[in-house]
């Protein structure tokens, strides 16, 4: 019988060098799409998913992020004494509940698996998510739930796959598939971290949702450094998956890469057309700066 899925990690220490110099005081993942910052979307999809608690796992930004999370007494009160119901509406969906948020610091880059070893003691013995907020992903159901529906009928851990030009499987973590659909399922057998395409197992490639067991911990306190020199989360599962139930779900909905300057427009865009409020005015926008062809 599988256990629930209560504790999310978000992996927030990237230095966000594709975004300078806006990233150089603000975190990346706390640069807005549209009216939420990035990291927002992933910490609304781990909650529609059931998730109870959070764990950041922080580099040098941690006090900005924090702040985000933490209910802020001098602007409730400024917004309640204006009556100004929807911002403190806005203000209040940022806001978790006290004790449900963790920090745990990762001193050094030293890669994704290195950043998700760092929340072991936080994370304890039971499986638990990873969402890694740099892939915004706009899905009906949300990514993750779908994830943690699967993983209640396998046991196993599971992660979300897209399918991606062969040319690009060299940025990707890539799954190898080795069974039967099992209903939206595909059994997993290995993956390999950023191959080139012609090393590449498939072109399904991972795209930052995982539930996880515990044992992936195990794995990890190996250090052991593989792509680009870095302590992968992939090598960690690809040895899971040798071993242990391990599954991977085709997310349908869309991603973006918010990792990249054009994958940010691209969600703002997305996003804002889903708001019933700016809708209109974008479209009107976007004709009038689209040359006629
Ligand atoms: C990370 C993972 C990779 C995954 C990707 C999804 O890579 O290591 O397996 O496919 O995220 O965005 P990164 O983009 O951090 O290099």
């Known amino acids: 019988m599988a256990t629930s899925v209560r504790k999310a990690v978000l992996p927030v220490a990237g230095m966000g060098t594709r975004f300078l110099p806006a990233s150089k005081a603000v975190p990346k993942v706390m640069l807005p ?3 939420k910052p990035l990291i927002q979307y992933a910490v609304e999809e781990a909650r529609a998913a059931g998730i109870e608690e959070f764990i950041f796992v922080t580099g040098r930004d941690e006090a900005t992020i924090k702040d985000h999370f ?7 009160a400024y917004l309640a004494a204006r009556g100004d119901d929807e ?15 963790a920090f745990a610091r990762q001193e050094k880059p030293l890669g994704l698996g290195h950043a998700v070893f760092c929340a072991r003691d936080l994370v304890g013995d039971e ?25 209640g009928r396998t046991g196993g851990s599971v992660v979300a796959l897209a399918e991606v030009p062969q040319a ?9 598939v080795t069974g039967e659909d099992e209903g939206e399922a595909l059994a997993l057998g290995g993956m390999v971290e950023k191959p080139d395409p012609p090393r590449a197992p498939s072109r399904l490639a991972l795209i930052g949702r995982y ?11 190996a250090q052991v450094p593989g792509a680009g020199g870095e302590i992968q989360l992939t090598d960690a599962m690809a040895a899971m998956a040798q071993e242990e139930r391990f599954h991977g779900v085709r997310f349908n909905g869309r991603r973006f890469d918010c990792g ?15 708001r ?8 009107s926008f976007l004709r009038e700066v689209t040359p006629s062809s």
């Open 33 to 35: 799409v549209v009216d």
């Open 70 to 76: 933490e209910r802020d007494e001098a602007l409730y």
């Open 87 to 101: 911002s403190l509406a806005a203000t209040a969906s940022a806001v978790l509940a006290p004790g449900t948020a």
């Open 127 to 151: 499986p638990f998510a990873v969402l890694l907020p740099d892939e915004l992903l706009l899905g009906d159901p949300p990514c993750l739930a779908e994830l943690v529906e699967v993983h």
């Open 168 to 176: 690009e499987t060299g940025r990707y973590g890539i799954a190898e």
């Open 211 to 221: 539930i996880l067991q515990p044992g992936v911990f195990t794995w990890l306190a």
């Open 260 to 274: 990249s300057p054009m994958g940010a427009i691209q969600a703002t865009i997305a996003c804002a057309m889903e």
């Open 276 to 283: 019933p409020e700016l809708r209109q005015e974008l479209l």
